[in-house]
């Protein structure tokens, strides 16, 4: 026991590191762009499961990621903010209508929040291109800035003319994400969500305001979301209303169902996974879609728990026979 | 607006309205009887169009051959979705909504793969215009409306005077004491499924020759069709037609007026609306 | 304590409960009974919020509560456990009795979230009050259980252990000795008085005629959403029309 224990935080830190050095090793510009995919979905998996414990499931995510990029390019491009303020404005402007969306929206249950979700995902969609003076219509924004350069004298310089430095960016911002939601993970937070989930009357009757804390959840999942919006178009430099559409809130679906939502890694593997694969059949990139439906088919018949819900399964197996 | 604008666009709404009304009823079957959302319902009609096409445009069919042939085609396949992913999870939705989502993705890009991505356009049985008081609408609208209305006068009888059709009464009210009554789940269900797809099926082949057909046209159907069944009420037949016209309407009557995307925004806050308010929906029960 | 009025409530045209006056003073246990159907458990869904009354007041500790949400009416001190056995099934019996433990000592989001020195000490209040709240009930040996191996008797303490947990002022038990033993019922009904001596008011329904009546001064009768008696256990017992009610339901008045 007290080896896993030792060992388990040396292994972060030794990931951590290779991270962090990654670059150096990792010559190829279209690596660090994987990589950076990675982390965008990790970010998106791990905040819609957020919002998958508390026993909702969003199909708006894509939405969200729209609105933060939309806030983040529009305040760097039309009102001179720094794409830091737009970045992290971006987050809060997706927490903010989550908010208010949430409050009337959580009171439906399962499968009419998801369809509300969709609803609001189409209307978001709708509005971007509608508000042609702002938003630039369906035709979208184009050449959105870089980042605002980053400047340590004498240390490094990053203008964010390379990928390299997007990517030390696309890292620190999942650090940041996983460190939030690692911290909510492991507060009472986690447990009341959980609660609500299981049993939302009996969580209500013994003073648990499970409105507000669903809410919560959906308000919290979103800002993430927003986040990762935000970052992708100062990434892509473009963005269209179909950026984020229907496809990513799927997609992200899809990341926490296989990856499993029992556990923290559990989105964190599936995104990775999930967004290596296509990588793997570059030459067939129109088939993806159909292999991500058939790993889906395939979890849920066999995989109901997802990735970590079958390594439970080994662990439980290995460790205790005959135990029912 | 002048009048002529203002009939055509009436018109137009009537299509749009009975098109959803179709795709609604298809829906909201297989949700009565099945208590699933079958969120690729959209792709049952994208798949209707487009067997339109290689059956009637390509193949040289007859139109409302081709129309029925598709219609019945995307039943079947509707069987063999039902039959073995489906059916599994019928007391889990949750799961079975992941598992349509996935049926998405299949379809569509089996779709756009198998089809090509080139919009293609079902040839339209009865091309040409006509006047009416100075006023100039398309043989194949008021066709879309009439054939539209015929069918789903059929599913009502269908469902109020044969057995099967109480079957399905039977099983959306209460599914246990159904099949305590004797009633064979798995085949109503599997008749359900069959009419549910060759309804959205054949929705797809009647608009086809009025807007383009892509690959991608499914979303919309499904959007519109969800639309429908929240405004009216679930499991609500009358409630389906009546938000159907009322969506088709809004739909005809707004866009060209202010546009297409500002309707279905008008739409969509409705039915948002709606949802908070009232989420039975128009018809529906407690 | 407790002052009901007039409270009223229709389904369709039907009326499930009908014109109920009910009082209730700090300290005593009184007992709902009535054949099945009568509306005790809508009397309860009423008094904690779970559903709006058509008509009437409900006035607790001097505050008229009808309108508020079921978590507010419990931060108030009304909490109620429900007729089935709710339970959160992934967790153990602690980890039940902890989330209960919701209402005190409160955290902010922040606190929990951001671990102070005084959230940890919070923590710890609530696993050493959950742990004395199971020893109370009797649920010592079995708190690490997970929910779906608890022996069914001991579901139900929990269940009451929980409602506990929230610091109840009033506390409006729903069926709790449904579907046991009698030596369950005889564990289940020394837990309840053990409660109620430690100065718990409650409001007990419950089909089990014989505990009820030992463990009640008081007892309110109903049939078809009415109140048709009230008195102490000995008059009900004489009391004609409720001997009535009960056959004529074909209940069985132990």
Same mark, same amino acid.
């Given at each position: 026991?007290?080896?896993?224990?030792?060992?388990?935080?040396?292994?972060?830190?030794?990931?951590?590191?290779?991270?962090?050095?990654?670059?150096?090793?990792?010559?190829?510009?279209?690596?660090?762009?994987?990589?950076?995919?990675?982390?965008?979905?990790?970010?998106?998996?791990?905040?819609?499961?957020?919002?998958?414990?508390?026993?909702?499931?969003?199909?708006?995510?894509?939405?969200?990621?729209?609105?933060?990029?939309?806030?983040?390019?529009?305040?760097?491009?039309?009102?001179? %903010?720094? &794409?830091?303020?737009?970045?992290?404005?971006?987050? +809060? *402007?997706?927490?903010? =209508?989550? $908010?208010?969306?949430? #409050?009337?929206?959580?009171?439906?249950?399962?499968?009419?929040?998801?369809?509300?979700?969709?609803?609001?995902?189409?209307?978001?969609?709708?509005?971007?291109?509608?508000?042609?003076?702002?938003?630039?219509?369906?035709?979208?924004?184009?050449?959105?800035?870089?980042?605002?350069?980053?400047?340590?004298?004498?240390?490094?310089?990053?203008? %964010?003319? &390379?990928?390299?430095?997007?990517?030390?960016?696309? +890292? *620190?911002?999942?650090? =940041?994400? $996983?460190?939030?939601? #690692?911290?909510?993970?492991?507060?009472?937070?986690?447990?009341?969500?959980?609660?609500?989930?299981?049993?939302?009357?009996?969580?209500?009757?013994?003073?648990?305001?499970?409105?507000?804390?669903?809410?919560?959840?959906?308000?919290?999942?979103?800002?993430?979301?927003?986040?990762?919006?935000?970052?992708?178009?100062?990434?892509?430099?473009?963005?269209?209303?179909?950026?984020?559409?229907?496809?990513?809130?799927?997609?992200?679906?899809?990341?926490?169902?296989?990856?499993?939502?029992?556990?923290?890694?559990?989105?964190?593997?599936?995104?990775?996974?999930?967004?290596?694969?296509?990588?793997?059949?570059?030459?067939?990139?129109?088939?993806?879609?159909?292999?991500?439906?058939?790993?889906?088919?395939?979890?849920?018949?066999?995989?109901?728990?997802?990735?970590?819900?079958?390594?439970?399964?080994?662990?439980?197996?290995?460790?205790?026979?005959?135990?029912? | 607006?002048?009048?002529?604008?203002?009939?055509?666009?009436?018109?137009?709404?009537?299509?749009?309205?009975?098109?959803?009304?179709?795709?609604?009823?298809?829906?909201?079957?297989?949700?009565?009887?099945?208590?699933?959302?079958?969120?690729?319902?959209?792709?049952?009609?994208?798949?209707?169009?487009?067997?339109?096409?290689?059956?009637?445009?390509?193949?040289?069919?007859?139109?409302?051959?081709?129309?029925?042939?598709?219609?019945?085609?995307?039943?079947?396949?509707?069987?063999?979705?039902?039959?073995?992913?489906?059916?599994?999870?019928?007391?889990?939705?949750?799961?079975?909504?992941?598992?349509?989502?996935?049926?998405?993705?299949?379809?569509?890009?089996?779709?756009?793969?198998?089809?090509?991505?080139?919009?293609?356009?079902?040839?339209?049985?009865?091309?040409?215009?006509?006047?009416?008081?100075?006023?100039?609408?398309?043989?194949?609208?008021?066709?879309?409306?009439?054939?539209?209305?015929?069918?789903?006068?059929?599913?009502?009888?269908?469902?109020?005077?044969?057995?099967?059709?109480?079957?399905?009464?039977?099983?959306?009210?209460?599914?246990?004491?159904?099949?305590?009554?004797?009633?064979?789940?798995?085949?109503?269900?599997?008749?359900?499924?069959?009419?549910?797809?060759?309804?959205?099926?054949?929705?797809?082949?009647?608009?086809?020759?009025?807007?383009?057909?892509?690959?991608?046209?499914?979303?919309?159907?499904?959007?519109?069709?969800?639309?429908?069944?929240?405004?009216?009420?679930?499991?609500?037949?009358?409630?389906?037609?009546?938000?159907?016209?009322?969506?088709?309407?809004?739909?005809?009557?707004?866009?060209?007026?202010?546009?297409?995307?500002?309707?279905?925004?008008?739409?969509?806050?409705?039915?948002?609306?709606?949802?908070?308010?009232?989420?039975?929906?128009?018809?529906?029960?407690? | 304590?407790l002052e009901v009025r007039g409270l009223t409530r229709f389904f369709g045209g039907l009326a499930a409960v009908s014109d109920l006056d009910l009082n209730?003073?700090?300290?005593?246990?009184?007992?709902l009974i009535g054949p099945n159907g009568a509306g005790k458990t809508t009397v309860f869904n009423l008094l904690s919020?779970f559903l709006r009354p058509s008509r009437g007041k409900i006035?607790?500790?001097?505050?008229?509560?009808i309108?508020?949400?079921?978590?507010?009416?419990?931060?108030?001190?009304?909490?109620?456990?429900?007729?089935?056995?709710?339970?959160?099934?992934?967790?153990?019996?602690?980890?039940?009795?902890?989330?209960?433990?919701?209402?005190?000592?409160?955290?902010?989001?922040?606190?929990?979230?951001?671990?102070?020195?005084?959230?940890?000490?919070?923590?710890?209040?609530?696993?050493?009050?959950?742990?004395?709240?199971?020893?109370?009930?009797?649920?010592?040996?079995?708190?690490?259980?997970?929910?779906?191996?608890?022996?069914?008797?001991?579901?139900?303490?929990?269940?009451?252990?929980?409602?506990?947990?929230?610091?109840?002022?009033?506390?409006?038990?729903?069926?709790?000795?449904?579907?046991?033993?009698?030596?369950?019922?005889?564990?289940?009904?020394?837990?309840?008085?053990?409660?109620?001596?430690?100065?718990?008011?409650?409001l007990?329904i419950?089909?089990?005629?014989?505990?009820?009546?030992?463990?009640?001064?008081?007892m309110v009768v109903l049939n078809f959403g009415r109140k048709i008696a009230e008195?102490?256990?000995?008059?009900?017992?004489?009391?004609?029309e409720v001997?009535q009610a009960y056959?004529g339901g074909?209940?069985?008045?132990?």
């Amino acid at each position: 026991m007290n080896r896993t224990k030792f060992f388990k935080p040396l292994g972060y830190a030794g990931l951590l590191i290779l991270v962090f050095l990654a670059p150096l090793f990792i010559r190829q510009s279209y690596s660090l762009h994987i990589f950076i995919l990675i982390g965008v979905n990790i970010i998106l998996a791990c905040s819609l499961r957020l919002i998958a414990i508390s026993g909702q499931m969003s199909l708006g995510h894509g939405a969200m990621m729209s609105i933060g990029g939309y806030t983040s390019a529009l305040l760097v491009m039309k009102l001179g %903010f720094s &794409s830091w303020a737009g970045l992290l404005l971006g987050g +809060l *402007v997706a927490y903010v =209508v989550a $908010l208010i969306i949430g #409050y009337p929206f959580v009171r439906l249950k399962g499968i009419y929040f998801a369809m509300i979700t969709v609803f609001f995902a189409e209307v978001v969609r709708l509005v971007i291109t509608e508000w042609r003076s702002v938003t630039g219509g369906a035709m979208g924004i184009l050449s959105i800035p870089r980042p605002n350069p980053i400047v340590l004298p004498g240390l490094l310089r990053f203008d %964010f003319t &390379s990928r390299v430095h997007f990517y030390y960016f696309a +890292l *620190v911002l999942v650090l =940041v994400t $996983l460190g939030m939601l #690692y911290a909510i993970e492991h507060s009472r937070v986690r447990v009341i969500l959980l609660s609500v989930n299981q049993a939302d009357s009996l969580a209500e009757s013994l003073g648990i305001n499970t409105t507000r804390f669903k809410v919560l959840a959906f308000s919290m999942g979103s800002f993430f979301a927003g986040i990762a919006g935000a970052f992708y178009a100062h990434y892509l430099t473009v963005l269209n209303p179909a950026s984020f559409g229907f496809l990513f809130s799927i997609y992200a679906v899809i990341y926490i169902t296989v990856g499993g939502t029992q556990r923290f890694s559990g989105p964190i593997l599936g995104a990775s996974i999930l967004t290596l694969i296509p990588e793997l059949m570059r030459g067939l990139k129109e088939y993806q879609p159909l292999v991500f439906a058939a790993v889906l088919i395939v979890t849920i018949f066999f995989m109901p728990n997802g990735l970590v819900g079958l390594l439970d399964l080994f662990k439980k197996n290995g460790k205790l026979r005959g135990h029912a | 607006m002048d009048t002529s604008t203002f009939v055509q666009s009436v018109i137009n709404g009537l299509v749009a309205g009975w098109i959803y009304i179709l795709v609604a009823l298809g829906l909201t079957l297989v949700l009565s009887i099945m208590g699933i959302v079958q969120f690729a319902h959209g792709e049952m009609y994208m798949l209707g169009a487009y067997g339109a096409y290689y059956l009637g445009t390509v193949a040289g069919l007859n139109y409302f051959v081709a129309l029925v042939s598709s219609a019945f085609l995307v039943g079947l396949l509707g069987i063999v979705i039902e039959r073995f992913l489906f059916r599994p999870f019928h007391s889990q939705p949750e799961r079975a909504v992941i598992i349509a989502l996935a049926l998405i993705l299949l379809l569509q890009t089996a779709s756009l793969v198998g089809f090509g991505g080139t919009t293609r356009s079902v040839a339209s049985p009865l091309p040409g215009i006509f006047t009416i008081c100075g006023i100039t609408l398309s043989w194949e609208r008021v066709m879309v409306i009439l054939f539209s209305i015929a069918l789903v006068t059929a599913l009502i009888i269908f469902i109020g005077r044969t057995k099967i059709g109480q079957a399905m009464v039977a099983i959306s009210q209460n599914r246990e004491v159904a099949s305590l009554q004797g009633i064979n789940i798995d085949r109503i269900s599997s008749i359900g499924m069959f009419l549910g797809c060759a309804l959205a099926a054949a929705a797809g082949a009647l608009i086809g020759c009025i807007v383009s057909v892509t690959p991608f046209m499914g979303s919309f159907a499904l959007m519109k069709g969800i639309a429908v069944i929240v405004l009216g009420g679930l499991g609500s037949i009358p409630g389906a037609i009546i938000g159907g016209l009322i969506l088709g309407l809004i739909d005809g009557l707004v866009s060209p007026l202010l546009s297409a995307s500002m309707a279905a925004i008008f739409g969509f806050v409705i039915i948002i609306l709606i949802l908070l308010l009232r989420p039975q929906g128009i018809l529906g029960h407690e | 304590m407790l002052e009901v009025r007039g409270l009223t409530r229709f389904f369709g045209g039907l009326a499930a409960v009908s014109d109920l006056d009910l009082n209730m003073i700090r300290g005593e246990m009184v007992g709902l009974i009535g054949p099945n159907g009568a509306g005790k458990t809508t009397v309860f869904n009423l008094l904690s919020g779970f559903l709006r009354p058509s008509r009437g007041k409900i006035i607790f500790e001097g505050k008229e509560i009808i309108g508020q949400r079921p978590h507010s009416i419990a931060e108030k001190g009304l909490i109620r456990t429900f007729q089935a056995t709710t339970l959160f099934t992934d967790f153990t019996a602690l980890q039940n009795l902890m989330v209960a433990c919701h209402l005190n000592p409160k955290m902010s989001f922040w606190e929990a979230v951001l671990h102070f020195s005084g959230s940890r000490r919070k923590e710890e209040r609530i696993l050493e009050k959950a742990l004395q709240i199971a020893r109370f009930v009797g649920l010592k040996d079995m708190e690490h259980l997970p929910v779906p191996k608890l022996p069914h008797g001991y579901k139900r303490i929990l269940n009451i252990a929980m409602a506990l947990a929230a610091e109840p002022k009033l506390l409006l038990l729903d069926e709790p000795l449904a579907g046991m033993n009698t030596a369950e019922i005889a564990e289940v009904s020394s837990v309840i008085n053990r409660i109620w001596q430690a100065g718990t008011t409650i409001l007990l329904i419950e089909h089990n005629m014989r505990a009820a009546m030992s463990l009640c001064q008081r007892m309110v009768v109903l049939n078809f959403g009415r109140k048709i008696a009230e008195g102490s256990p000995e008059e009900i017992r004489r009391n004609e029309e409720v001997i009535q009610a009960y056959l004529g339901g074909a209940e069985n008045a132990a």
